[in-house]
C-alpha cells in the first residue's frame, strides 16, 4: 500500500486533501448533531403526549430525547417521514382518546363542534 502512494502523485495528493479536510467535517458533524439534539428536545416537549398510530411507534416516537433523535436521523434519510408527519398530526378528539361514554364536559374541554 505504501508503494502505490510513492508511486503515484495524485493519488497521494487526494489523501492529503481528505486527510487536511478532516477536522473540518469533524466540526459541520458536531454542528448537525447538536441542532439534531435541539430539536429532538423540543420534539419532546411537544409531541411527548401523542398516542402511538400508524408509522408513530415503539421504534419511531418522541416520548424520550433518545427515540426523538433517532425518529429525527430516519426522517432526515427521508425513510417514511411523510407518515410520521401524518401521525403526530392527529388532533386530540373525543374518537381520538377513545372516551366511553363521554360527558357534555368532556365534550366542551375538547372544543368539538358537535354539542349535544
Known amino acids: 500500500m505504501l508503494l502505490l502512494f510513492k508511486g503515484n502523485k495524485a493519488l497521494k ?42 408509522e408513530l411507534n415503539y421504534h419511531a416516537n418522541f416520548t424520550s430525547i433518545g427515540a426523538a433523535f433517532l425518529t429525527l436521523i430516519r426522517a432526515m434519510t427521508g425513510e417514511k417521514w411523510p407518515m410520521i408527519m401524518n401521525a403526530l398530526s392527529r388532533k386530540l378528539d373525543l374518537d381520538y382518546n377513545c372516551i366511553e361514554n363521554p360527558s357534555y364536559q368532556d365534550y366542551i374541554l375538547n372544543n368539538s363542534k358537535f354539542l349535544l
Open 13 to 54: 495528493g487526494t489523501i492529503m486533501t481528505f486527510l487536511v479536510t478532516i477536522p473540518s467535517l469533524v466540526n459541520i458533524g458536531s454542528l448537525l448533531l447538536l441542532v439534531i439534539f435541539i430539536y429532538s428536545v423540543l420534539g419532546v416537549f411537544l409531541f411527548a403526549e401523542v398516542k402511538h398510530n400508524g
